[in-house]
């Protein structure tokens, strides 16, 4: 007849999710006789572990929208941000705008001066 306590310790080992290998091998190491632990392993019934079927509730998925979809995996509600079709226009700095200024107004100098240039030239 196999020890009690061999068989007890075998089957919480089992119901834990060890494998039976495992078991012996550790046993043996506990100094257990191979054939005391070959012994209780043929008394200890091993009930398997229940399986549940995950059953879904509806035969078809749902089809949510994808705010609702996301609501549903972060919990938290979604806000939408409006998206418009017109190109953003950025203000121009009024430091673009003098600095702009100020190369035309040297721009119509020089032309200015290079035309006295060229008449002083040609005369």
Same mark, same amino acid.
């Given at each position: 007849?196999?020890?009690? @306590?061999?068989?007890?310790?075998? @089957?919480?080992?089992? $119901?834990?999710?060890? /494998?039976?290998? @495992?078991?012996?091998?550790?046993?043996?190491?506990?100094?257990?006789?191979?054939?005391? +632990?070959? #012994?209780?392993? $043929?008394?200890?019934?091993?009930? !398997?572990?229940?399986? =549940?079927?995950?059953? !879904?509730?509806?035969?078809? !998925? =749902? =089809?949510?929208? !994808?705010? @609702?979809?996301?609501?549903?995996? *972060?919990?938290? #509600?979604?806000?939408?941000?409006? +998206?418009?079709?017109?190109?953003?226009?950025?203000?121009?700095?009024? %430091?673009?705008? =003098?600095?702009?200024? *100020?190369?035309?107004?040297?721009?119509? %100098?020089?032309?200015?001066? %290079?035309?006295?240039? %060229? #008449?002083?030239?040609? /005369?």
């Amino acid at each position: 007849m196999a020890n009690e @306590q061999l068989t007890s310790y075998i @089957q919480k080992e089992l $119901k834990k999710g060890v /494998s039976e290998e @495992q078991i012996r091998q550790a046993l043996v190491k506990a100094n257990w006789a191979t054939a005391d +632990v070959d #012994e209780a392993f $043929k008394t200890v019934k091993v009930v !398997p572990k229940e399986v =549940k079927k995950v059953v !879904p509730e509806e035969s078809e !998925p =749902k =089809k949510l929208e !994808p705010e @609702q979809a996301l609501k549903e995996i *972060i919990g938290e #509600e979604v806000k939408k941000e409006k +998206v418009t079709e017109e190109p953003v226009k950025t203000e121009e700095s009024w %430091f673009n705008r =003098k600095k702009r200024l *100020i190369f035309i107004v040297i721009g119509l %100098f020089l032309l200015i001066i %290079f035309y006295y240039i %060229f #008449e002083y030239i040609q /005369s």
